[in-house]
């Protein structure tokens, strides 16, 4: 089984900084690693698929990079509604893993 | 648009089994698969299985081998996912999500997600 790391598990931010979210795996997964957002009492939400490439609707302050075991997710001037939990995923092989969550807080 | 609808909250005794729907419209149903992933209150994903939706060809997390059954019935364009032998572990929110099939494999990203059903065991 892949195991996904994210790092931090937690970060407070302010409005305008940009978050950086690692996600490291336990062994190389090409590029089928995909990003997303869930806020509270709601379903998750696809941000970034394939690593880098970003979902349909998806602001442009949120992008993606990596391939192989380390990948990040930037948000480039956090705004209020960013306030969420985001997970990392991979679909490389089964069974199909998530990373354990980063809870990202505005201050 | 792309939307998946779930059936309501369940309460279930630990032995017994349950079973969750999921409407799909917006799309053509057989293009793609339904995966199922749960999560348990305050805690992360867990990827389930994976059903294809134009074969109904399956593949299900060991950790719930021999518990778990993944269906489709492409007349109602629903999915279904029967989890037996419940246990109070099983008490989570079981998220139905679409994601493109191709060859009979779903190796791809989740890109709807249902609204989630509760499912609480207990006695």
């Given at each position: 089984?892949?195991?996904?790391?994210?790092?931090p598990?937690f970060q407070s931010v302010t409005p305008k900084e940009t978050v950086?979210i690692?996600?490291?795996?336990?062994?190389?997964?090409?590029?089928?690693?995909?990003?997303?957002q869930?806020k509270p009492?709601?379903?998750?939400?696809?941000?970034?698929?394939?690593?880098?490439?970003?979902?349909?609707?998806?602001p442009?302050r949120?992008?993606?990079?990596?391939?192989?075991?380390?990948?990040?997710?930037?948000i480039n001037g956090l705004e209020a509604e960013d306030a969420a939990t985001y997970?990392?995923?991979?679909?490389?092989?089964?069974?199909?893993?998530?990373?354990?969550?980063t809870k990202v807080e505005i201050k | 648009?792309?939307?998946?609808?779930?059936?309501?909250?369940?309460?279930?005794?630990?032995?017994?089994?349950?079973?969750?729907?999921?409407?799909?419209?917006?799309?053509?149903?057989?293009?793609?698969?339904?995966?199922?992933?749960?999560?348990?209150?305050?805690?992360?994903?867990?990827?389930?299985?994976?059903?294809?939706?134009?074969?109904?060809?399956?593949?299900?997390?060991?950790?719930?081998?021999?518990?778990?059954?993944?269906?489709?019935?492409?007349?109602?364009?629903?999915?279904?996912?029967?989890?037996?032998?419940?246990?109070?572990?099983?008490?989570?929110?079981?998220?139905?999500?679409?994601?493109?099939?191709?060859?009979?494999?779903?190796?791809?990203?989740?890109?709807?997600?249902?609204?989630?059903?509760?499912?609480?065991?207990?006695?």
């Amino acid at each position: 089984e892949i195991v996904l790391t994210q790092s931090p598990d937690f970060q407070s931010v302010t409005p305008k900084e940009t978050v950086i979210i690692t996600c490291r795996a336990s062994q190389s997964i090409g590029n089928s690693l995909h990003w997303y957002q869930q806020k509270p009492d709601q379903s998750p939400k696809l941000l970034i698929r394939y690593a880098s490439q970003s979902f349909s609707g998806v602001p442009s302050r949120f992008s993606g990079g990596g391939s192989g075991t380390d990948f990040t997710l930037t948000i480039n001037g956090l705004e209020a509604e960013d306030a969420a939990t985001y997970y990392c995923h991979q679909s490389s092989s089964l069974p199909e893993t998530f990373g354990q969550g980063t809870k990202v807080e505005i201050k | 648009q792309v939307q998946l609808v779930q059936s309501g909250t369940e309460v279930k005794k630990p032995g017994a089994s349950v079973k969750v729907s999921c409407k799909a419209s917006g799309y053509t149903f057989p293009i793609y698969g339904f995966k199922w992933v749960r999560q348990a209150p305050g805690q992360g994903l867990e990827w389930m299985g994976w059903i294809v939706g134009y074969n109904g060809e399956t593949k299900y997390a060991q950790n719930f081998h021999g518990r778990v059954t993944m269906t489709t019935d492409t007349s109602t364009s629903t999915a279904y996912m029967e989890l037996r032998s419940l246990r109070s572990d099983d008490t989570a929110v079981y998220y139905c999500a679409r994601a493109y099939c191709s060859g009979g494999t779903c190796y791809t990203p989740i890109d709807y997600w249902g609204q989630g059903t509760l499912v609480t065991v207990s006695s």
